[in-house]
């Protein structure tokens, strides 16, 4: 990009102007440094203004600016209150016959329901759009509805879809099955923070269980499921093998729910590599099913189970499942499980027994010196594999904390982090 002048504080990658990249963040911006700005925008292949202070006038510089702009494949403009007429003008923008857009993203920019109509349509008319990000907006049903309809008449290779925190509904679930149907090529599904209910789910399952369904990621936190929804879901766990990472946390599934989500685990059929359910209701109960989950699956890498009330007894289950041979987890969330000392003793022959385990997280829990000194002698030796301990709000002498610091110095592959 010969004689542009790159304002101060603009990241720009890649040294050709098809691969570059314009990136700014939290910025105030003057008029003058915006219009230093506005040729690049024009240029840049990837444009990223977020957390700037945009207004509905820079909304129609940005307009014209992608209109300019033949070789635009991002644009991202995540926490900026842009509102629906800001949001609608740069719209226009990507309305260009040449505009080549894959990748839009809107969290954060207070829209609602008035700008799904003409996000419709922009979807409608771009085949190109791979990814789609309208989190954290107050979108409501009905604006959903429209934009969910909009995507489904799309002939665009949708890939990823992020609808956090932006009203979906279970009524909506049926248009969501319609998008991921006439889009084959969805791998990842936000949905968190949203009011689906059991129903919404078994609504959202039935697709998933369809032989065409090649989603690799769904997000499910806070969505108002119980044991009822882990029916379902289980079933789904043991038939589509391309579903890779599944979040259920901030749900109260109870043990349970625990229980048949392990029962599904344990199924040979079962491919997903990464569970995340934290803060679910869980007791000490369902330890021995996830103690059975360890010990067998063959896939699953990363379990967080932060915040349920697992005490000493249900880690202790946890070790053992750890502590066989076929073990292939490598990431282990434990954070306020309300484990103490006592824990450590399990955890400390884990470390040696666990060759996989490569991350533990104890933050948040009442470990104190003893506990500290057992996972510590574990960590020294060189039968341990772990690359990081993470004790974030664990209260500890100072001198076992400069033990640790001290073992970090001797080891370089092992990260503390407190």
Not at 152 to 162: F, G, P, R
Not at 322 to 348: F, R, W, Y
Request: glycine share 6%; with cysteine; net charge negative.
């Amino acid at each position: 990009m010969e004689g542009a002048r790159v304002p101060p504080g603009a990241r720009i990658a890649d040294d050709t102007v098809s691969n570059m990249s314009l990136e700014i963040c939290h910025e105030q911006l003057s008029d003058a440094r915006w219009m230093e700005l506005l040729p690049l925008i024009q240029q840049h292949q990837v444009v990223r203004l977020e957390f700037c202070d945009l207004t509905e006038g820079r909304c129609r510089d940005i307009s014209s600016a992608l209109w300019a702009n033949p070789t635009l494949t991002e644009l991202s403009l995540n926490h900026n209150e842009l509102g629906d007429a800001g949001v609608h003008l740069v719209l226009q923008g990507l309305q260009s016959p040449t505009c080549k857009i894959q990748s839009l993203r809107l969290e954060y920019c207070n829209l609602s329901d008035a700008s799904c109509e003409p996000l419709a349509s922009v979807l409608k008319a771009k085949s190109n759009i791979k990814e789609l990000v309208v989190s954290n907006n107050d979108i409501h049903e009905a604006g959903m509805r429209t934009l969910l309809r909009g995507l489904k008449d799309s002939a665009c290779l949708l890939e990823t879809l992020w609808l956090e925190s932006s009203g979906v509904t279970a009524a909506n679930c049926k248009d969501l099955c319609d998008v991921m149907a006439a889009r084959p090529f969805l791998q990842d599904l936000e949905l968190g923070d949203s009011r689906l209910g059991d129903a919404g789910v078994a609504t959202l399952c039935s697709w998933l269980l369809h032989p065409s369904c090649r989603l690799r990621k769904l997000w499910l936190w806070e969505c108002d499921i119980t044991a009822k929804g882990c029916r379902d879901l289980s079933q789904v766990l043991r038939t589509n093998q391309n579903l890779k990472a599944l979040s259920l946390m901030l749900n109260r599934l109870g043990d349970e729910g625990a229980q048949l989500l392990c029962e599904a685990l344990q199924e040979p059929t079962c491919q997903l590599e990464c569970l995340w359910v934290k803060e679910c209701s869980f007791t000490a109960a369902c330890c021995p099913y996830f103690r059975a989950v360890l010990a067998q699956n063959k896939f699953l890498t990363e379990l967080q189970l932060g915040e349920n009330n697992l005490g000493d007894t249900g880690v202790q289950e946890l070790c053992q499942g750890l502590g066989q041979p076929g073990s292939v987890l490598q990431v282990l969330g434990l954070v306020d499980c309300k484990l103490t000392n006592s824990s450590c003793s399990s955890l400390a022959s884990v470390l040696l027994a666990c060759h996989s385990l490569r991350v533990l997280d104890l933050s948040n829990n009442g470990l104190g010196d003893p506990g500290a000194l057992q996972l510590l002698e574990s960590l020294r030796q060189p039968a341990c594999a772990l690359d990081c301990l993470a004790v974030f709000d664990v209260y500890l002498s100072s001198g076992v904390w400069d033990q640790l610091e001290a073992l970090e110095k001797e080891k370089p592959s092992l990260r503390i982090i407190s």
